[in-house]
């Protein structure tokens, strides 16, 4: 039976990028090949249901339309949820103390 609209997951994916956080949503992340990496895929815009247009809304949406995968470096990521809907895309100015961003490790060594 294939699976309906209703079954299928949705990621809140919430992240740093040029010192603002971005708010996204995708239908599909996983950790990616390439190390230190989180893959992201299938992104969800939000139904428009007025006609109020949101600017960041529209950067964002122009930024991610004809993107396939996006890969965002894990340290970014601030936050990963499972939601039952899209919201709008968010891009906000990262401030305050409860946002930093985490010290990523090392590569580890290679065995010459």
Do not use: C, W
Request: charged share 30%.
């Amino acid at each position: 039976m294939p699976a309906t609209p209703e079954d299928r997951q949705i990621y809140r994916v919430i992240f740093l990028n040029n010192g603002k956080t971005y708010e996204i949503y995708a239908g599909q992340i996983y950790q990616s090949d390439l190390y230190g990496f989180i893959e992201v895929e299938e992104f969800r815009f939000g139904e428009r249901s007025g006609v109020v247009v949101d600017p960041a809304e529209e950067k964002l949406k122009s930024e991610f339309t004809d993107v396939i995968r996006s890969y965002i470096p894990t340290h970014a990521i601030i936050r990963i949820d499972e939601v039952k809907k899209e919201g709008p895309m968010k891009i906000s100015e990262a401030r305050g103390p409860n946002i930093a961003t985490l010290p990523f490790p090392p590569a580890p060594p290679r065995d010459k």
